[in-house]
């Protein structure tokens, strides 16, 4: 199909698409690379021992800032293009009334930008049950309140991306002397940004540590920061983050199908 006859609203969702897919080939292509080792401190109590961390190649998170950021100013751009679709369809003309005003409100207080839609009992009807108060949380978080923030953050700077948060951390010890002898410890992560040095965990054991090898696997994600949600959180995975988000706005395309 030619694209002047794929509707404003599913090019831009298609867009913001590209550009998620994008990210994701990089960061898998950074994450294929492992680039992360591991160095363990000794500290004067023999029974415990800190495990840090070492990044051979650190990811381009600027890059990665702006591909995140046009994917979530596409997403939302998608919902403005959705209400003006609809407007141009419950007024029989193009361009619609109140045509500079159209947008997608994400507050009540924000309704007007609805124009002649506000009128349209169906329609609204419909569009009340899509509010971020209305819809099931995330994680959390309100998916379309979120989407409001990032956008409105990415258009005065880059959205904010850390790298990176251990999601799975397996530890593995052996002695040095005797590399089939296991070590019985136990680790407590740190599950913050990470940095180069920055401490893995702390492990403690009941008997004084021995000189250990560490046989060490974690998988790592970007974090992409926002307003603390009801569980006080104030970061998430960006790829389940922006997953949830494109997941909250094709339940909006749906829902206002019948309209456009």
């Known amino acids: 199909m030619s694209s002047v006859h794929v509707p404003s ?4 969702y298609d867009r913001a698409e590209e550009h998620f897919h994008l990210f994701l080939a ?55 293009h959705l209400i003006y679709r609809a407007a141009i369809n419950a007024a029989r003309i193009d361009p619609p009334p109140y045509e500079k005003i159209l947008a997608y409100p994400i507050r009540p207080g924000d309704f ?18 899509l509010q971020p108060h209305i819809r099931p949380e995330w994680k959390g978080l309100q998916p379309l309140a979120v989407l409001e923030e990032l956008d409105n953050f ?16 397996v530890y593995g010890f052996s002695t040095m002397t005797e590399p089939s002898r296991s070590v019985v410890v136990d680790c407590f992560p740190y599950f913050g940004p990470l940095k180069p040095d920055a401490e893995l965990a702390r492990c403690t054991a009941v008997e004084p540590i021995p ?30 983050l922006i997953q949830a ?16």
């Open 154 to 169: 990415d258009k005065h700077r880059t959205l904010n991306v850390m790298y990176a948060q251990p999601t799975t951390v």
């Open 211 to 240: 000189d250990v090898k560490v046989e060490w696997r974690q998988t790592v994600a970007p974090l992409i920061s926002h307003s603390p949600g009801s569980d006080g959180r104030n970061s998430s995975g960006a790829i389940d």
């Open 112 to 129: 007007w930008h609805l124009g002649l839609l506000r009128q349209n009992g169906p329609f609204m009807a419909v569009f009340n049950g």
């Open 26 to 80: 990089e960061f898998k292509e950074h994450a294929a690379r492992y680039p992360y080792g591991v160095r363990v401190q000794r500290y004067p109590d023999p029974k415990v021992v800190t495990l840090h961390l070492s990044i051979e190649k650190f990811p381009d998170v600027n890059r990665w800032s702006l591909l995140l950021g046009d994917c979530v100013h596409n997403l939302r751009s998608t919902l403005d």
């Open 245 to 260: 988000l494109s997941r909250e706005v094709e339940v909006v395309i749906k829902a206002l199908r019948p309209f456009l």
């Open 9 to 12: 609203w599913q090019r831009k």
